[in-house]
Structure formats: C-alpha cells, structure tokens
C-alpha cells in the first residue's frame, strides 16, 4: 500500500473503523444498544477490496484482522481468519460487486457479516462456553442499514482525495 497514492486514507479509515469497532456507549444509555453495533471494520474492507483490488489483499486483511483480534480481546487469528474470508469473496467477485445497485451490495454485506458473526460466535463458544444465541444477526442487519451510508461516505473521499 503506497501512502504517495492514497494508501494513508485506506489506512486511516481501517484505523476509525477499529476505533469504532471498541468505543463503549456512555453508561446512562440502555445496555441493549451495544447489540445493535455494526462490522465497522468488515464494512470498510469490504468496500476497499471491492473498489481497489489492487491495494488490499488477503495479508493485509489478516494482519487488520489480527490488530482487531488484539483489540477485541478475540481468540488470535479469529478476525485475521474472518476478515480474509470477506476479502477473498469480494475479491473474487469484485467485479459483479460493483455492477450490482447499493442495495444488492447491501444484501452480500448482510451474508457476509451475518456468515462471520456465527463464526465467531461457534468458536467463541467452543473456547470459553458462551452459548448460542441470535446475538449475530443484529451487527448483520445493523451492518446492512448502514451499508449506502458508508459506501457513499468513502466513494466521497476516495474521489476526493485522488485514491487508485
């Protein structure tokens, strides 16, 4: 990733989207509300690999994913593992990606993020007995409300700032 060609925005917003991923609600809000968090950091991979292929790769994605793992407190190699994944899809169909409406794209995020999510939830119950439940379908379905938004959001500064 070369930072003369934009690759300080990839990095940068890969960077808000762990933030975001860790931030804690104030304790006056209702517990319930951290459920409804999204894939922040799945939701910016996803977007760079399906508009630049070229710039993120299935490394650079494990080595985000360990960096989340480290964060989040995860099992090492959980997220690195995941967030390939997700990169290797939209990779390997960026093409038919960027030909579908926001919408379409919003439906495979959902797939995607509620495919991983029940990863992490069966393994997080293999490892420390946390139980199964319908935990994550709502970062699923929180992640594909927010989907335009933030499609439009980094297509404004990828153009922005001249990122290829």
């Keep these: 990733m ?3 060609q934009g690759g300080w925005l990839i990095l940068l917003t890969l960077a808000l989207a762990m933030v975001l991923g860790i931030v804690h609600l104030p304790e006056t809000w209702p517990q319930w509300l951290g459920w409804l968090r999204p894939a922040w950091v799945s939701l910016v991979i996803f977007y760079w690999v399906m508009e630049l292929p070229h710039r993120i790769g299935l490394i650079a994605a494990w080595v985000i994913g ?5 964060l989040q407190a995860d ?3 959980l997220n690195g593992a995941l967030l390939a994944a997700i990169t290797y899809v939209a990779w390997r169909f960026y093409e038919r990606l960027r030909m579908y409406s926001v919408l379409q794209q919003g439906v495979v995020v959902f797939v995607l993020v509620l495919a991983s999510e029940l990863l992490r939830m069966l393994v997080q119950d ?6 199964v439940g319908w935990g994550p379908l ?5 992640s ?16 922005q700032f001249h990122v290829a």
């Design 66 to 70: 360990l960096f989340v793992d480290v």
């Design 126 to 131: 293999m490892m420390f007995n946390r139980g």
């Design 2 to 4: 070369n930072p003369a």
């Design 75 to 77: 099992p090492l190699g």
């Design 138 to 142: 709502l970062p699923a379905l929180v």
């Design 144 to 159: 594909l409300l927010l989907w335009p938004f933030v499609a439009i959001a980094l297509t404004r500064l990828r153009l």
